[in-house]
C-alpha cells in the first residue's frame, strides 16, 4: 500500500475517517511517504537520512490518535500507541522506556505470522483433512502374506479408496462436523514457578514458555472433540510446520526497524522541569530516558536486537498548562515538525456525525438493525445534537468529539433499552432530541455528572 499512496492520496484515505485537521493530516501523509522516498536512496544515503518526527498538538478528542493509528493501518506497518505518562510512577516501579520497542516488535512478528499464516492457509487445510481422513478411517491392519490373493488386496484396497474419497465428499459438505473423533494434541501445561524480583520481571527479557519447553519434555493427550473442532486444531498445527518462524522474525525486526511507528500520547504530562518533591520530581528523568529511544539506540527483545535509529514517532498532547518548550532541548530537537489542530466547530460536529465510514449515526442505526428497528434521524435533528455537542463542550471541559458519544448515548437510551418492543420505525427529530437533552443541557450541575 505505501508503494502506491501519494501524500494526497494518504490524505484523501485519512479523510474518510477524520474530519477535519488538515494541517495534521498534511504532516503525516509527508513523512509516510519519505519512508517510501528513503527506500529508493542509494544505501550509502539511506541510513543518513533520519525520520522527521511529529508532535501534535491540540485538544483531547479532535482526532490525534486516529490520525496516527489510520496512518499505520494504511501502510500496514507495526503501530503501537504508548501514554508517555506511565513512565512516571511513583518510584519508577512502571514499565521501563525500552517496554515500547520491545512491544512493538512482538506485535510486528505477530502481524508478519498472521500474514504467512494467511498465505499458507489453503494447503494447510489440504493437509489437515488428510490427517483427518486418517482420523476418520484408520489404516487397515497388517496380514499375513498369505491371508489375501493379489486381486483381493487390490479389491480390498480400491474399496478404501472410494471409502475414502466418499468420507472425503461428505467432509466438504459439512456432514461430519458434529461427529467426535479422538485427537492427540500437545499438552499446554507450563509449571507454575514463582519469580520475585524488584525490577520487575520484564527486565530479564525472557520467553518463560520457550525456557520451560526446552526443560520439561513436552506432553501429548488424547482429546475428543468434533470433527469441526479437529479439522480447525490440525489446520493450525500444519499451518506452524509451513511457516519458516526464523525468516519471520527477521523481516518482523527490518519492518519494526524501517517502517515502525510508535505513537508517544500524553507527551505533556512529562514536560516541565519542577524542582519540588512528589511524584512529578520525575519527569525530567523520563524525558531523558525517552531520549535515546527516539534519537536511535539498540534495544535487546526477545527476538534479536532492534534498532530504532528509523522508527517514526509521532507524540501528542494538549499541552493546555506545559507547552513544548517545556520539553528538555535535546528532546525538542528530536520533534522538528509541530502541527496544531484546531477544536471542533459545530460544522465539524454535523459531518463527524454523518460523513466518515464509521459516523457515529451509521453506527447506532446499524445496532438498532439487528433488533429489526429502523431508525432515521432528520437534517435538523442531527444539527441540534451537534450544536448541544458543541455548547457543553465550550461550556465546561472540552473533550472533543468524544462529547457526541456521551450526548447520543444518552439520546438513544430509551430507544435501545426498550427495544425490539418500540415501532420498527423511528425518526428522530429536531423536537425529539430538545426534549431528551434540554433539561441536562440547562441545568448546569446535572450536565456535569451526565453530559
Known amino acids: 500500500m505505501i508503494d502506491t499512496l501519494t501524500p494526497k492520496q494518504t490524505v484523501k484515505e485519512l479523510d ?106 489453503d494447503k494447510a487445510e489440504e493437509l489437515a483433512e488428510e490427517r483427518l ?12 502374506p498369505t491371508a489375501l490373493t493379489q486381486p483381493e488386496a487390490a479389491e480390498e484396497k480400491a474399496q478404501r479408496e472410494r471409502t475414502r474419497e466418499k468420507l472425503r465428499k461428505q467432509l466438504k459438505e459439512g456432514k461430519l462436523d458434529k461427529r467426535l473423533v479422538e485427537l492427540e494434541t500437545r499438552d499446554r501445561f507450563v509449571p507454575m514457578i514463582e ?8 527486565e530479564m527479557d525472557i520467553n518463560m514458555h520457550d525456557m520451560f519447553g526446552k526443560m520439561f519434555p513436552q506432553r501429548m493427550k488424547l482429546r475428543k472433540v468434533t470433527v469441526g473442532e479437529a479439522r480447525r486444531i490440525l489446520a493450525q498445527e500444519e499451518a506452524q510446520k509451513l511457516i519458516n518462524m526464523d525468516e519471520v522474525i527477521r523481516e518482523a525486526i527490518f519492518r519494526v526497524e524501517n517502517s515502525g511507528i510508535i505513537f508517544l500520547d500524553e507527551l505533556d504530562k512529562i514536560a516541565g522541569r519542577e524542582k519540588g518533591a512528589g511524584p512529578d520530581v520525575s519527569r525530567e528523568g ?25 522508527v517514526l514517532f509521532i507524540a501528542a498532547g494538549a499541552f493546555h498548562i506545559s507547552k513544548p518548550s517545556d520539553l528538555i532541548p535535546e528532546l525538542q530537537g528530536r520533534f522538528p515538525i509541530r502541527v496544531e489542530l484546531s477544536s471542533l466547530s ?14 457515529l ?23 441540534e445534537i451537534a450544536g448541544m455537542a458543541w455548547a457543553v463542550n465550550a461550556r465546561m471541559e472540552n473533550i472533543g468529539a468524544r462529547r457526541l458519544y456521551t450526548i447520543m448515548e444518552k439520546l438513544i437510551e430509551d430507544i435501545s433499552f426498550n427495544a425490539p418492543d418500540v ?16 433539561n441536562i443541557i440547562k441545568d448546569q450541575d446535572l450536565s456535569r455528572y451526565i453530559l
Not at 481422513?133 to 499375513?144: H, T, W
Not at 531523558?288 to 534498532?307: F, H, N, S
Not at 415501532?423 to 434540554?438: E, F, G, H, M, Q
Open 16 to 121: 474518510k475517517y477524520i474530519i477535519s485537521q488538515d494541517e495534521a493530516k498534511k504532516s503525516v501523509a509527508i513523512a509516510l511517504r519519505n519512508r517510501w522516498r528513503r527506500q529508493k536512496l542509494p544505501p550509502e544515503l539511506r541510513d543518513e537520512v533520519a525520520p522527521k518526527n511529529i508532535i501534535m498538538i491540540g485538544p483531547t478528542g479532535v482526532g490525534k490518535t486516529e490520525i496516527a493509528r489510520r496512518l499505520a493501518r494504511l501502510a500496514q506497518a507495526p503501530f503501537i500507541k504508548v501514554e508517555a505518562s506511565k513512565f512516571t510512577e511513583v518510584g519508577y516501579v512502571g514499565r521501563d522506556v525500552e517496554s515500547m520497542v520491545r512491544d512493538l516488535t512482538d506485535l510486528a512478528v505477530n502481524m508478519l505470522k498472521g500474514e504467512r499464516t494467511e498465505a499458507v492457509k
Open 133 to 144: 481422513l486418517d482420523l476418520l478411517l484408520p489404516s487397515a491392519p497388517a496380514k499375513a
Open 195 to 202: 519469580i520475585f524480583s524488584g525490577s520487575g520481571i520484564e
Open 286 to 310: 523520563v524525558q531523558r530516558d525517552i531520549l535515546p529511544i527516539v534519537e536511535g539506540t539498540t534495544v535487546a527483545t526477545k527476538y534479536g536486537m532492534v534498532k530504532t535509529d528509523h
Open 346 to 359: 459545530k460544522e465539524d460536529f454535523e459531518k463527524i456525525l454523518t460523513q466518515p465510514r464509521n459516523a
Open 361 to 383: 449515526i451509521k453506527q447506532y442505526s446499524a445496532l438498532l438493525q439487528t433488533e429489526g428497528i429502523q431508525i432515521e434521524f432528520t437534517d435538523e435533528a442531527i444539527g
Open 423 to 438: 415501532p420498527k420505525k423511528v425518526t428522530i427529530d429536531a423536537k425529539y432530541v430538545k426534549n431528551r437533552l434540554s
